[in-house]
DNA sequence: CCAGTAAGTCAACAACTGTTGACTTCGACG
DNA sequence: CGTCGAAGTCAACAGTTGTTGACTTACTGG
């Protein structure tokens, strides 16, 4: 038992982490105060920047996220979204780091500099896999699908598609997924 | 010939609402500040005040605007996108009044609240006329792809998006949008 | 037991914000 | 010409923000 710190350094740090992820989730980056984020942790706001230094690092380590998408190569067109819709559901809900940077990246260019850089690294390779040409064109039209309804159900809360299950989004939307992927417009 | 002032009110006025616009549009809500649109009128801040006695009133001013949709009733389901793609693309791109409030609903609840009427008041009722049924849910998911469009072509710019011309993006959305529309998910 | 070091607090700073009230300028009109 | 009101300026306020540096607390290893 090397350490037993009542607060161990690492524990506060991740619990300042946290309530930066739910600020920064809820009120953007401009509405969120280091001196709120350290009250919610019942702790000095000099604290918060000792440990992250910036309010800019503090968010930059806040909006890290990894959407983990599997390897689509041997996925048929038509469980794509079957596959795909399930981590994007995942990123939202659970992992705390999509809104933060969804709404900070509306008014805020390096946070919507981040957010490209996601979409470069994550989606758009994964999504190369299948798409049939135009891959970069049909992957951006995919996100542009994605970003829309995750700023429509979470940010505006726009009352029919909040209250939409998974699985009757995913009917909805999976054909339009496959669609920009597989289709040629007419 | 009543009045001839070096500079009228309404002129002034106008004058700071069209800045106010353009510093909305482009830095959002909080990042906006009175003394920045003042300064780009080349007026005082407490001149802003005076004609707007708010910041809260001059963006919600700032951020009204009219999406004039036609009427759908007798517009075949193939021509739906190239009645209403042109009409986003002119909000959008010509009127200045579409991504302040777009930016500011990312943070703000009550720009969010803003949006979600414009949607409620002018784009559902219009799609009304033609959805098949779930008229409500329809019209959401046309919206959240809509909205997509416009958050990642403007906002993030994401360069295929932002690089493709009004017809390019009509062809490959059109399709999603009668989809949405008119054809129920399999 | 005691010293060292990590964890945390405290008070204060400088900058910036929205907003106010009193003042000035100036064109129009009787 | 003189005055009256609109158009605009000025300086300043009160509050908030991120950030800093010096200080205190408390655990742990020797």
Sequence with gaps: ???????????????????????????????????????????????????????????????EFELHLPDLHDVPAQELATVLM????????NDGAFLPLLRAAASSPRAAEAMLQVFARQVAPALAA?????AD??????????????FSRYVLRVPPLADMTHEQLMRWVGPVLEYYLTTDPR
């Design 86 to 93: 399930p981590r994007f559901f995942a990123v939202w809900e």
């Design 1 to 63: 038992m090397p350490e037993r710190r009542a607060r161990s350094a690492v524990t506060t740090r991740a619990a300042i982490l946290d309530a930066a992820r739910a600020r920064f989730g809820t009120n953007g980056y401009e509405r969120t105060t280091m001196r709120a984020v350290a009250s919610d942790v019942g702790v000095d706001p000099a604290l918060v920047v000792r440990y992250f230094t910036n309010k800019e690092s503090l968010f930059a380590e806040a909006a």
């Design 137 to 150: 064109e049909r992957a951006a039209l995919v996100g542009s699908q994605v970003l829309g309804l995750a």
């Design 130 to 134: 299948v798409a049939a040409d135009h």
